[in-house]
Nanobody, 123 residues
Framework: QLQACGGGSVQIGGSLRVSCTAS????????MGWLRQALGKEREFVAA????????YYADSVKGRFTISRGVTENTVDLQMDTLQPEDTAVYYC??????????????????WGQGTEVTVSS
């Protein structure tokens, strides 16, 4: 199971960090990632990291503003979100899989999901 936390409300240009902790071990074959879903929109890929090797992947809309990383705490993945904009407002979900492609197409093929954490960016 995956447990996400750290959402909240922030003003435009602010920062937030969301974290996701896995109840079991994350293996080197795993890819950990985040998707988000804004009200009335489809769920979309945000960022992912290969646990073995640490290669990262980002959606164009967040590249340069968001950073995904292995957390300090074991079996945790963090998403640091900087320069937040109103369009970043969404429920953020963490997920785990072994296939990067599963994080796309709304994540409908992802094997393991966490509950969402809400992020609101306002003026």
């Amino acid at each position: 199971q995956l447990q996400a936390c750290g959402g909240g409300s922030v003003q435009i240009g602010g920062s937030l960090r969301v974290s996701c902790t896995a109840s079991g071990r994350i293996y080197s074959s795993h890819i950990m990632g985040w998707l988000r879903q804004a009200l009335g929109k489809e769920r979309e890929f945000v960022a992912a990291i290969r646990w073995g090797g640490g290669r990262t992947y980002y959606a164009d809309s967040v590249k340069g503003r968001f950073t995904i990383s292995r957390g300090v705490t074991e079996n945790t993945v963090d998403l640091q979100m900087d320069t937040l904009q109103p369009e970043d407002t969404a429920v953020y979900y963490c997920a785990r899989d072994t296939d990067l492609g599963s994080f796309y197409s709304g994540g409908r093929y992802l094997r393991t999901w966490g509950q969402g954490t809400e992020v609101t960016v306002s003026s």
